[in-house]
């Protein structure tokens, strides 16, 4: 006998249960709804906003009073991750030495922030991405534009992005919000009592944004589950009731994949990104990940991803930071010789880095800004494209079990 569907009282009840002595929610409210002034100015999301912020911030002269006590301490921590030539100087020379004739730079040469030096002599572009990809060959265009103005300088070129996305042009190093969000804490925390409080209270302001909003968060991960797992009902309800940009196409992929017959583990779902694997895949891949708060042995993974600016839905295939950075790189040139990324166009590989690797990209599906596409339309573009991915899947395993193997000390 099949279970009745339940009544209009029935949802209404499930709604009350959710909105009245419901702890969970009280205290995620508590942790996401604290007053936060880029909140209030509505520019959390913003790029030029937080380039704006982060330009006041590293500019030695500003009014913020620090000198060059933010600048510093982020330069130390991109030399210390950058490979060692692509360096303009190292770690070392740098410190304890005084930085003369700085000046910070907004959208010049369309670059989001460009960071010159006079004394030492160096140069940093930075390119700052929030929920935008690359457009074009811009990073190409900006180096080529920055050797060319500064000749004889040392320059670093960064690549900022929420999770440390990696760029498409050589010599721009990956650089996630997670970086920014440790080396301002810790400024912040060596430095409490020579950091004005005005000053200390705008950064508390930041630091909370990009730590909410930019970085995983287990305590607020957990209460989602626990909120969703007791009050499935409701919130069911509010998002067939509440269509968000975004978050509806999100769920339409995301259901697909967890009702699909058990082929794929969905581990991770935001307003615009699912990230799976195939459900066999826990079975042979060794936990070499490194990123915090993650199965270790997710380190290569899907993730199909909404482009609203684009109007594109895209499948990527990733290959995260790992423990073992050889075994990794072996991986990375195993599944570029087996075709797994093979595009019709040809493009040189993208250089592989220790960081993030793109090794699949393909456009699932394309639409216009004034006609979204239906959930249906949706559905069977995501299921075309595993089918098509799927003959590649099932070769994956034959071929990166022998190279994983060592990672088992066989």
Same mark, same amino acid.
């Given at each position: 006998?099949?279970?009745?569907?339940?009544?209009?009282?029935?949802?209404?009840?499930?709604?009350?249960?959710?909105?009245?002595?419901?702890?969970?929610?009280?205290?995620?409210?508590?942790?996401?709804?604290?007053?936060?002034?880029? $909140?209030?100015?509505?520019?959390?999301? @913003? =790029?030029? *906003?937080?380039?704006?912020?982060?330009?006041? /911030? +590293?500019?030695?002269?500003?009014?913020?009073?620090?000198?060059?006590?933010?600048?510093?301490?982020?330069?130390?921590?991109?030399?210390?991750?950058?490979?060692?030539?692509?360096?303009?100087?190292?770690?070392?020379?740098? $410190?304890?030495?005084?930085?003369?004739? @700085? =000046?910070? *730079?907004?959208?010049?040469?369309?670059?989001? /922030? +460009?960071?010159?030096?006079?004394?030492?002599?160096?140069?940093?572009?930075?390119?700052?991405?929030?929920?935008?990809?690359?457009?074009?060959?811009?990073?190409?265009?900006?180096?080529?534009?920055?050797?060319?103005?500064?000749?004889?300088?040392?320059?670093?070129? @960064?690549?900022?992005?929420?999770?440390?996305?990696?760029?498409?042009?050589?010599?721009?190093?990956?650089?996630?919000?997670?970086?920014?969000?440790?080396?301002?804490?810790?400024?912040?925390?060596?430095?409490?009592?020579?950091?004005?409080?005005?000053?200390?209270?705008?950064?508390?302001?930041?630091?909370?944004?990009?730590?909410?909003?930019?970085?995983?968060?287990?305590?607020?991960?957990?209460?989602?589950?626990?909120?969703?797992?007791?009050?499935?009902?409701?919130?069911?309800?509010?998002?067939?009731?509440?269509?968000?940009?975004?978050?509806?196409?999100?769920?339409?992929?995301?259901?697909?994949?967890?009702?699909?017959?058990?082929?794929?583990?969905?581990?991770?779902?935001?307003?615009?990104?699912?990230?799976?694997?195939?459900?066999?895949?826990?079975?042979?891949?060794?936990?070499?990940?490194?990123?915090?708060?993650?199965?270790?042995?997710?380190?290569?993974?899907?993730?199909?991803?909404?482009?609203?600016?684009?109007?594109?839905?895209?499948?990527?295939?990733?290959?995260?930071?790992?423990?073992?950075?050889?075994?990794?790189?072996?991986?990375?040139?195993?599944?570029?010789?087996?075709?797994?990324?093979?595009?019709?166009?040809?493009?040189?590989?993208?250089?592989?880095?220790?960081?993030?690797?793109?090794?699949?990209?393909?456009?699932?599906?394309?639409?216009?800004?004034?006609?979204?596409?239906?959930?249906?339309?949706?559905?069977?573009?995501?299921?075309?494209?595993?089918?098509?991915?799927?003959?590649?899947?099932?070769?994956?395993?034959?071929?990166?079990?022998?190279?994983?193997?060592?990672?088992?000390?066989?």
């Amino acid at each position: 006998m099949n279970a009745e569907a339940p009544t209009d009282q029935d949802a209404l009840k499930a709604l009350e249960q959710f909105v009245v002595d419901n702890e969970e929610l009280m205290e995620l409210e508590q942790r996401i709804g604290r007053f936060n002034i880029f $909140d209030a100015l509505g520019v959390a999301r @913003v =790029e030029i *906003r937080h380039s704006n912020f982060l330009a006041w /911030l +590293l500019d030695p002269g500003e009014s913020h009073g620090q000198g060059a006590l933010f600048l510093r301490a982020v330069l130390m921590d991109l030399l210390r991750q950058a490979p060692v030539k692509d360096r303009p100087f190292s770690p070392v020379q740098l $410190d304890g030495r005084d930085m003369r004739n @700085v =000046e910070v *730079r907004r959208e010049w040469r369309n670059i989001d /922030l +460009l960071i010159t030096c006079q004394d030492p002599r160096f140069v940093v572009a930075v390119e700052n991405k929030i929920d935008s990809g690359e457009h074009g060959k811009q990073l190409c265009r900006y180096k080529k534009t920055v050797i060319e103005e500064f000749p004889d300088t040392g320059r670093l070129f @960064v690549f900022l992005t929420k999770d440390g996305s990696e760029p498409s042009c050589e010599q721009w190093m990956p650089y996630s919000y997670a970086d920014i969000h440790g080396v301002l804490d810790r400024c912040r925390t060596t430095n409490i009592t020579s950091i004005g409080k005005d000053v200390a209270a705008f950064l508390d302001h930041y630091l909370r944004l990009i730590g909410s909003r930019f970085m995983d968060d287990p305590q607020i991960a957990d209460l989602c589950q626990r909120i969703y797992q007791n009050h499935r009902q409701a919130l069911d309800l509010i998002f067939e009731n509440c269509v968000t940009s975004g978050s509806p196409l999100v769920r339409v992929v995301t259901d697909m994949l967890k009702n699909d017959g058990n082929r794929w583990h969905v581990f991770n779902s935001t307003s615009r990104r699912v990230d799976f694997v195939p459900a066999d895949w826990l079975q042979w891949l060794p936990p070499l990940g490194t990123r915090p708060r993650k199965d270790p042995k997710l380190w290569f993974h899907w993730s199909f991803d909404f482009f609203q600016d684009k109007q594109q839905l895209r499948l990527f295939g990733i290959v995260s930071p790992c423990s073992d950075t050889e075994l990794r790189r072996n991986t990375i040139e195993a599944l570029r010789e087996m075709g797994i990324g093979k595009s019709d166009k040809k493009k040189p590989e993208k250089k592989i880095t220790d960081r993030w690797t793109t090794v699949y990209n393909k456009v699932v599906m394309r639409w216009n800004e004034e006609d979204e596409p239906t959930p249906d339309a949706i559905e069977a573009a995501v299921r075309k494209s595993l089918d098509l991915l799927t003959p590649k899947l099932k070769d994956i395993p034959g071929v990166l079990q022998p190279i994983l193997a060592r990672a088992e000390g066989t």
